[in-house]
């Protein structure tokens, strides 16, 4: 059980919160598709850019969070995050995730997934880790409600004291 859960689960933790030990910055590259030529973006967009394989969730572009702009009643984005197709009209389309944005270049604060290197996480990070797990399969080991919300109320207390500690934002 913990073997096909732990490894989505561990995703999901992480990209809940910017922890410490799982933060990265890289300056992304233009999409290309096989041809090497530019892939081109959605309409709303100028650059699609290549994200990395072990991003979860994007942070920062540019050194600026994606806090949307009201314009005349409508929300606008820095960036999006979405499936592009290269190599359009090909028999095999690929498509990929990419950074979609106006922005001419881009380098990105982005939360990875540590894998299996969960030391890269602050001790205390690594206690919520274990203590969230714990609670989301408590279900499938027997326990009674009574325990699982002993499980709960310990894995918010660890979650709570780890953000404190190992997490950069607010």
């Not at 995703?11 to 233009?30: C, E, I, P, R, V």
């Not at 197709?85 to 106006?102: H, I, K, P, Q």
Request: hydrophobic residues 40%.
């Amino acid at each position: 059980l913990l073997t096909n859960i732990y490894p989505l689960f561990r995703k999901q933790f992480l990209a809940d919160h910017l922890w410490n030990g799982a933060k990265k910055t890289k300056a992304l590259t233009t999409l290309k598709d096989d041809a090497g030529d530019a892939v081109s973006p959605p309409s709303r967009w100028t650059n699609a850019f290549a994200l990395p394989d072990d991003v979860l969730r994007v942070w920062r572009l540019n050194g600026l969070e994606n806090r949307p702009d009201y314009v005349g009643g409508f929300t606008t984005n820095m960036w999006e995050i979405e499936v592009v197709v290269s190599d359009e009209g090909e028999a095999e389309e690929a498509l990929t995730r990419a950074l979609c944005t106006d922005e001419s270049a881009a380098t990105i604060e982005y939360v990875f997934d540590v894998g299996d290197k969960v030391t890269l996480l602050g001790p205390l990070t690594q206690h919520a880790l274990g203590r969230a797990l714990a609670d989301y399969v408590a279900h499938n080991f027997g326990k009674n409600a009574t325990e699982i919300a002993q499980l709960e109320a310990l894995a918010k207390e660890a979650l709570l004291a780890a953000k404190g500690v190992d997490g950069q934002e607010g």
